[in-house]
C-alpha cells in the first residue's frame, strides 16, 4: 500500500511552454503533498506544500507564479511549471502524506523535466 | 535496482543519544543524505557525507559511514524532545541524478 505515481516519468518542452506534472496518491487519501526539487547531483529541496482546497505554502525563494501547485483532491496535486526556461530543467519528485500519529510521506519516482 | 532499508522505529530516553541506522545497496553512491520530517512539514536536508568520508560531525550530529558494509548511522547526543521526527535515509547514485530514499525511522523520545 501506500504507492504515489507522478505523470509524465520525463518530459522535454521548448523554452517558453508550460507543463503540467501530476502526481496521485493510488491507494490513500493524502492530506498534505510536497513537491520538491533536485538539481543534477545536488540533494532534495523542498519546493512547497500543498493542502487540499487550499493555497499552497512556497519555500522562500520559490517563484508562486512560476510553479503553480494545485491539490484540488484528497488523491491528485499538480505541479505547473509556467514559462519554461532551459534552467528549470530538472528532477520534481512529490510526496503525499496521510497524516495520522507518524504521518508518514509516500515519494513518487519523480518526473525528469528537460526544456530545450 | 537500488534499495534503502531503515528500521521503522527507534525509541530513546531523553538526554540519551539515538542511533538511526541505514543500509544502502549501490555501490556507486556518491552522496549519503539523512533528512528529518517533522509532524506536517516538508522534508528538511539534516547532513549529508560524501562516499569517500568516514565520519562527519555537525554539533550534536555525528554521521558514521561504512562503504564496505554499505552502512549509515546517525547519531544525535543529547536527544531531546524536539528531535522527535522520521528521519529518512537517502542516497545519490554514481549514474544517476535521482535520490533513492528509505522508509524513514520514527525516533520516539521517552521523558
Known amino acids: 500500500g501506500a504507492v504515489v505515481s507522478q505523470h509524465p516519468s520525463w518530459v522535454i518542452c521548448k523554452s517558453g511552454t508550460s507543463v503540467k506534472i501530476e502526481c496521485r496518491s493510488l491507494?490513500?487519501?493524502?492530506?498534505?503533498m510536497f513537491w520538491y526539487r533536485q538539481f543534477p547531483k545536488q540533494s532534495l529541496m523542498l519546493m512547497a506544500t500543498?493542502?487540499?482546497?487550499?493555497?499552497?505554502?512556497?519555500e522562500q525563494g520559490v517563484e508562486k507564479d512560476k510553479f503553480l501547485i494545485n491539490h484540488a483532491s484528497l488523491t491528485l496535486s499538480t505541479l505547473t511549471v509556467t514559462s519554461a526556461h532551459p534552467e528549470d530543467s530538472s528532477f520534481y519528485i512529490c510526496?503525499?502524506?496521510?497524516?495520522?500519529?507518524?504521518?508518514?510521506?509516500?515519494f513518487g519516482p519523480g518526473t525528469r523535466l528537460t526544456v530545450l | 535496482g537500488e534499495d534503502v532499508e531503515q528500521s521503522l522505529f527507534l525509541s530513546v530516553r531523553e538526554g540519551d543519544s539515538s542511533v538511526i541506522n541505514c543500509t544502502y545497496t549501490?555501490?556507486?553512491?556518491?552522496?549519503l543524505y539523512w533528512y528529518k520530517q517533522e509532524p506536517g512539514a516538508g522534508l528538511q536536508l539534516l547532513t549529508y557525507?560524501?562516499?569517500?568520508?568516514d565520519m562527519k560531525q555537525d554539533q550534536r550530529l555525528t554521521v558514521l559511514l561504512n562503504k564496505k558494509d554499505k552502512h549509515l548511522s546517525l547519531r544525535i547526543a543529547d536527544t531531546q524532545t524536539g528531535d522527535s521526527a522520521i528521519y529518512f535515509c537517502?542516497?545519490?547514485?554514481?549514474?544517476?541524478?535521482?535520490?533513492?530514499f528509505g522508509k524513514g525511522t520514527h525516533l520516539i523520545i521517552q521523558p
Open positions: 510526496s503525499a502524506s496521510r497524516g495520522g500519529v507518524y504521518n508518514e510521506q509516500f
Open positions: 491507494d490513500f487519501q493524502a492530506t498534505t
Open positions: 500543498s493542502n487540499e482546497g487550499s493555497k499552497a505554502t512556497y
Open positions: 549501490d555501490s556507486s553512491s556518491t552522496y
Open positions: 557525507i560524501f562516499s569517500n568520508m
Open positions: 537517502a542516497e545519490l547514485g554514481g549514474g544517476a541524478d535521482g535520490l533513492t
